[in-house]
């Protein structure tokens, strides 16, 4: 059993998990605001977690759909989808898009309204389980940190993009914020554009659109 500490102003909370839900759990504790009071505890509250309309505010969905500059032929997988929150609106434009994620039932979730060209793919923690040259455009939103050995895992989405593919990741500053995992949990952008520069990466776009996340694009 891991123990995990989420703590924000006046409240500390304590996580036990097994590893199997470790790694989406993590992922969904990054959207709670340091004001929640406790970790959700099932599927369904992450969803309440991820789907909370407040959100949008900062995280500037349509925004990050936008910088993604997809192309009506592309293909998106985007990886630790949740509920789906990024993935049903790449949908609108792109080809297909791969909602990829450890819990099958957050992907149940995603399954109940998926548009025809949406698809869910129930990944391991350890490799996405994407084919071969299958997508144009991956994509992470607050999963990097989560990652157990990222030189692998990146191999993995060498693997699985088309040539001229891009990889984009979007995660929290490492430093205090009034969202997001504690800053021991952070990943600065350095050390993300070392990570992909070491595995064979080049960072080919930054942007500085969202208040608490930076949002950065690599091509091989």
């Not at 430093?175 to 021991?184: A, R, W």
């Amino acid at each position: 059993m891991a123990k995990w500490n989420w703590r924000g102003p006046g409240a500390q909370l304590a996580l036990n998990y097994t590893p199997l839900m470790l790694w989406f759990s993590a992922i969904a504790i990054s959207q709670i605001s340091n004001q929640h009071h406790h970790p959700p505890e099932s599927a369904e509250e992450y969803a309440a977690v991820l789907e909370d309309p407040g959100r949008d505010a900062w995280q500037k969905p349509m925004e990050v759909v936008l910088a993604m500059k997809l192309g009506a032929s592309d293909v998106v997988a985007d990886i630790g989808a949740g509920t789906g929150y990024f993935a049903r609106r790449f949908a609108h434009h792109a080809a297909k898009v791969y909602a990829v994620d450890i819990d099958s039932k957050l992907l149940d979730i995603v399954a109940k309204s998926a548009p025809p060209n949406l698809i869910t793919v129930l990944a391991k923690p350890d490799n996405p389980s994407l084919a071969p040259a299958s997508v144009d455009v991956i994509f992470f939103c607050d999963v990097l940190h989560h990652l157990a050995d990222r030189p692998a895992y990146f191999q993995h989405l060498k693997a699985a993009l088309k040539p001229g593919g891009r990889v984009v990741t979007v995660d929290f500053y490492k430093k205090d914020l009034p969202v997001g995992p504690p800053d021991s949990m952070k990943l600065s952008e350095e050390t993300i554009v070392a990570e992909f520069a070491a595995a064979g990466f080049h960072l080919s776009r930054r942007e500085t659109f969202l208040p608490y996340q930076y949002f950065l694009e690599f091509k091989l």
